[in-house]
């Protein structure tokens, strides 16, 4: 039976995904914080396990993998969004939290899973559509995620000579706890279900990079396209 570790799996994205795995008879290690949530997942199915910790705590993330062994597949999907509201009164702790989730807790999660990654096995990041072109309020989201794609290219390159494949996965909007407290509309929103069906089928086909929806995700690539003055423009004439 082949292996998968998902984090963030006890909500959103990362829930469909681990059902959607064990559904599909991986052997399945579902990672969160919230040990409640984790236990009704694993009722779900006999191919689920949980291991609760959390990806900012470096003690935690080190006793968390020394229980583990081998996995075909890694998938790094915890991560969190929080807007800045007000940028000419920046707030850093809002910034430091959502780059500490995102991108910082990535160092001890590389360095204690990749050893435990089999060769031929695969490492996939979830990073954000947000990455195409600067969005109001996304200056910490939006930051966190852009260092994702440039870690999971640059591992895509290094992790080559030991046969282990990278994914980068670039979703547009899912309905998930995280986009239910958005205030704005979401165009071309996807259920978590379809984003886990979509990012199994991509994983399988060891996709480098994986973008959904295309309606969406190729609009933000036309629109970058744009020269950046004429994008800050769009945005910014409705404020003067
Ligand atoms: N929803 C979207 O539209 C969308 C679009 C593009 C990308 N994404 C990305 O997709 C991923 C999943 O998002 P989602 O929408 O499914 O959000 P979600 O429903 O809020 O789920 C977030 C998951 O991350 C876990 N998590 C958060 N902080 C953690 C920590 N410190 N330690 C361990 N686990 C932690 C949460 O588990 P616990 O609370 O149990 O710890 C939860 O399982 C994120 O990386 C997000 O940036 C989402």
Redesign the pocket.
Known sequence: MKQVLI??????????LALHYARNGFSVTA????EA??SELCNHHDNLKSL??????SEQVIEASSTLEAFDIVIL?????EYIDNAANFDGALFKRVI???LL?MGDLLEHLIGKIRRGGQLVF?????TYLPLPRAEA?GA??AGIDYLAKTLAIDLAPENIAVTL???????????DKNDFS?PF??T?EQ?AQRIYVGVEKRKKILDFPKRFTYLLRLLACMPFSWWCWLLTRKNK
Not at 52 to 57: E, G, K, L, M
């Open positions: 984090t963030g799996a006890t909500s959103g994205i990362g829930r469909s990672c969160g914080r919230n949530r984790l609760a910790f959390d990806i900012t705590d999907n915890a991560g969190d969004c500490g989730v995102n807790a979830v990073s954000s559509s947000v989201y966190s995620k996965v670039q979703p547009g909007f899912i309905k998930t706890p995280l986009t979401m929103l996807l978590a984003a």
